[in-house]
């Protein structure tokens, strides 16, 4: 089994900047794919950022060159660097792992993140 926790979420204005963490814990598959998504209020979750146990990274479009997907392996977690933040960034992030390959694994119970002025 394993749990995340994310953390970091918060209120900022636009053109501002946020960190998330996630930590996870339990019996962590050595291969993996951790990951963000985002939903917000009327939208479908979409997938904000992956990456893999041996570091490599996706985005979605709409976020390349704001945001920096990146994992401490020791600290078994996995961080999240939002810049240049939008009003469209408004979202609950959630983590995410799963085994590398497979098409299910585990979520955490999500960070609201809002950008405002």
């Known amino acids: 089994q394993v749990q995340l926790v994310e953390s970091g979420g918060g209120l900022v204005q636009p053109g501002g900047s946020l960190r998330l963490s996630c930590a996870a814990s339990?019996?962590?598959?050595?291969?993996?794919?951790m990951g963000w998504y985002r939903q917000a209020p009327g939208k479908e979750r979409e997938l904000v950022a992956t990456?893999?146990?041996?570091?490599?990274?996706n985005y979605a479009d709409s976020v390349k060159g704001r945001f920096t997907i990146a994992r401490d392996n020791q600290k078994n977690t996995v961080y999240l660097q939002m810049n240049s933040l939008k009003p469209e960034d408004t979202a609950v992030y959630s983590c995410t792992l799963r085994r590398w390959l497979s098409d299910s694994g585990y979520w955490g119970q999500g960070t609201q993140v809002t950008v405002s002025s």
């Open positions: 339990g019996r962590i598959p050595s291969f993996n794919v």
């Open positions: 990456i893999t146990s041996i570091g490599s990274t």
